[in-house]
């Protein structure tokens, strides 16, 4: 009985990101219909949209960052663990805003966009080579500097860690970036 407890306590200590089993259940993904900027918002004249957006986006990041340095732990949302989409879905959570609470159902939301699009608040979502080929590792962007798009997010060896995307693990294993807000 207790290698059987030992071998259960192993495979979930090594399995990605992953919550919880995926809800029987789906709900629509929302669709948005992108249309192009009229005159005035060119002229450097912000909507209230775009402003209440940056400003939810702030709030979100100041969310997340009280968790660095946060142990990983799988299912985890709270400073005594926290696994990645569970971070992303308090940190959204936060601000009244629903997500799914498993990163693969969470890259099902929003819209999809291009990394040189990215802004912060966005979410990137990786494939990190495990067995389905499936997203299992989601990050909250952070700050775009120097070419370099930073995030937070959860691993299983530091925790609750900022990284960069250029860092060559990141940027072999993402693929797709989407916005919430």
């Not at 949209?49 to 997340?64: D, G, H, M, Q, R």
């Not at 498993?102 to 819209?111: E, L, T, Y």
Request: charged share 25%.
């Amino acid at each position: 009985m207790k290698k059987i407890v030992l071998i259960l306590l192993l495979i979930i200590s090594f399995s990605s990101c992953k919550s919880s089993k995926r809800l029987k259940e789906r709900k629509a993904s929302s669709t948005k219909i992108i249309t192009k900027k009229n005159k005035r918002e060119n002229n450097n004249t912000v909507s209230s949209e775009t402003a209440s957006n940056k400003s939810k986006a702030v709030y979100i990041i100041n969310y997340a960052k009280q968790f660095k340095g946060t142990r990983y732990k799988w299912g985890g949302t709270s400073k005594s663990g926290m696994d990645c989409s569970g971070l992303v879905y308090e940190s959204f959570k936060s601000s009244n805003i629903s997500l799914p609470r498993i990163s693969r159902d969470m890259a099902k939301k929003g819209n999809k966009i291009k990394l040189k699009e990215a802004l912060k608040g966005d979410l990137l979502f990786f494939k990190t080579g495990n067995r389905r080929n499936s997203i299992n590792h989601v990050g909250l962007i952070v700050d775009i500097r120097n070419n370099d798009i930073k995030f937070i997010h959860a691993t299983t060896s530091n925790g609750v860690i900022i990284s960069g995307l250029n860092e060559t693990y990141w940027l072999k294993a993402f693929y797709e970036a989407r916005r919430i807000l």
